[in-house]
């Protein structure tokens, strides 16, 4: 992971699998997104920082694309969800707990490598480790 | 750059962002996903896909909409400005409240019948939370 600072936008560079060759690439979180999500409480800015780099660098499945024009970043191809079961969950006030059952656990990254968000979602019954609507909401599976 | 451990890469999120001490419900425009995000409780959540535009956020502890995520804005907005061209001037004051964002989504659908509760459902939240966003319409 890196860190700029004094350039235009701040942001934090974190590794993450590159499902297309296996290895590792990087990924951008920008300062002002960790403002927002610290801005929802103690839960989530855990999740940012021991959740995130969890799914991006180990996932059980990185899906391409979006079917629908309007889901789609507004820069165009490249985007991705990197979908997994993480190891721990957060509490409100922080603390680890276990994960919640037939959750998984999605990170969403643009074309431009940028991390912009991240939350759990419910399961799809016949595949735990994926999320509910996979077989549609998404153009391809890369992973 | 030189790549950090995980533990780093934690220990500096965690020193940089500390939560805000107190809970208040607010939402706000993300230039990355171009969507914005609404939040009325701290508690972890789930999303849950209403439709293309929207995903609501339900508490994982009550399952009761604590949130909300609405995708492709600039989009939105540009499908609605054929429609509703004076619906820009309104915009370009910067700040724009939650619910007339919501209602705006709603009419934006192709099957407006379809789930026309869950968007009643925000609309609710968001006028009792008297939220606004900033945003722009430049992008």
Redesign the interface.
């Known amino acids: 992971?890196?860190?700029?600072e004094g350039t235009r936008r701040s942001y934090?560079?974190?590794?993450a699998v590159d499902p297309s060759h296996g290895r590792?690439t990087?990924v951008i979180i920008?300062?002002?997104?960790?403002?927002?999500?610290?801005?929802?409480?103690?839960?989530?800015?855990?999740?940012?920082?021991?959740i995130v780099?969890?799914i991006l660098?180990r996932p059980q499945a990185v899906f391409e694309g979006l079917c629908?024009?309007?889901?789609?970043?507004?820069r165009g191809v490249g985007w991705r969800c990197y979908c997994g079961i993480p190891s721990r969950?957060?509490?409100?006030d922080?603390s680890e707990r276990p994960t919640?059952p037939g959750?998984v656990y999605?990170v969403?990254v643009?074309a431009?490598r940028?991390a912009?968000?991240w939350?759990?979602?419910?399961a799809d019954e016949n595949a735990p480790d994926l999320p509910?609507?996979h077989e549609t909401?998404f153009k391809r599976r890369l992973l | 750059m030189t790549p950090m451990s995980d533990s780093q890469f934690a220990k500096e999120v965690l020193s940089r962002f500390p939560p805000a001490p107190e809970f208040k419900p607010f939402a706000i425009y993300d230039s990355d996903g171009d969507c914005i995000e609404f939040f009325t409780s701290g508690d972890s959540f789930y999303g849950e896909r209403v439709d293309d535009l929207l995903t609501v956020y339900r508490s994982q502890d009550t399952r009761e909409i604590i949130g909300s995520l609405v995708k492709g804005v600039s989009g939105l907005f540009r499908k609605l400005d054929k429609n509703l061209p004076g619906l820009r001037i309104e915009i370009e004051a910067g700040s724009v409240k939650l619910e007339h964002l919501f209602l705006l989504a709603q009419w934006a659908r192709e099957s407006p019948e379809i789930r026309t509760i869950t968007y009643k459902e925000l609309i609710g939240l968001a006028e009792e939370s008297n939220v606004s966003v900033e945003m722009s319409l430049s992008a």
């Open positions: 992971m890196g860190d700029s934090l560079e974190i590794e590792r990087t920008s300062h002002d997104r960790l403002q927002a999500v610290a801005r929802r409480g103690t839960a989530h800015i855990h999740e940012a920082a021991y780099p969890e660098q629908e024009d309007m889901d789609e970043d507004r969950a957060f509490s409100r922080g919640y959750s999605l969403f643009n431009d940028v912009y968000n939350r759990w979602e419910k509910i609507g909401r």
